[in-house]
């Protein structure tokens, strides 16, 4: 009897095992989902020291227009709508920048915080007008596929989210590091005075930037769309990745993508080891915690400043 006993506690701990192995994945590819809209987030502020509320908007936006080019009357396929509508959102970041966030310098902070969350509004309309408010599905070459091994099963969406920010931060890396765009802006972030005297046209990178966030928006809501539904309230998810970008470190971009990944594995073993509504005060909770003990984020850098 007593082996008996153990034998159904070891496949017992077996299925606890997988179960978390699983949760860490999917923990994983949501965390990855809002590190990239964090990514926006603190890229907008280094470049302008503009806090853009509407980011998590931009993502609802960008997964749209991949739904609309690859659906309906145009009906691209997949990998030649997907490029399409990066392209497209980098150019409305860049526009947006030139035609609306340009006139608010010298404004306050709080005025231009107004006019982004009325931005986000905006977008959620136009968005709900075009194609509707009801829940709808892009279609992915990961959709409804699964791998398994040793008894867990995961869903190739989860798999492709991982690989596919994995790839993305080591192209963001060489790009600030190697390419002259890439050095040009963050000389621009950390100082734009020095980098104008030095011939940096600071306008242009700035409207660059937003380019920039646009596209990894768009990445971030092709990526969330492969694994479930999108309507025009997904870009509320942008309030979430703030927080990620608050605990890993506003000024910091790995810090950002960081704090995605811890927000993205508190939620679903909060889900599963806590009480009904844990996994969604979680993060917040978390933020608190990460305010009060390191108020700059877990993974900022803090430099003195000469004046």
Sequence with gaps: ???????????????????????????????????????????????????????????????????????????????????????????????????????????????????????????RFAAGAIWGHEPQTLATPMAGRHVGFYGVVLGVDQIAIIVVTLILTLVLYLFFSRTKLGVAMQAASQNQLAASYVGIPVKRIQSLTWALAGILAAIAGVLFASKGSIDPSMGLLGIKAFAAAVIGGFGSLPGALMGGLVVGLIEPFASRYGEPGYAQIAPYAVLLLVLIARPHGLFAQVHAKKV
């Design 1 to 123: 009897m007593a082996i008996g006993a153990g034998g159904i506690s070891k496949a017992g701990q077996r299925e606890n095992g997988v179960s978390n192995v699983q949760l860490l994945v999917s923990g994983l590819a949501n965390g990855c989902v809002y590190g990239l809209v964090a990514l926006g987030f603190v890229l907008i502020y280094k470049a302008t020291e503009q806090v853009n509320f509407a980011q998590g908007d931009l993502m609802m936006l960008g997964a749209f227009i991949a739904l609309g080019l690859t659906s309906g009357d145009i009906n691209l396929p997949f990998w030649a709508g997907v490029p399409l509508a990066l392209g497209i959102m980098g150019a409305f970041g860049y526009a947006l920048d030139r035609a609306l966030l340009r006139r608010m310098v010298g404004q306050s902070q709080i005025a231009v915080v107004i006019l982004t969350i009325a931005l986000g509004f905006v977008l």
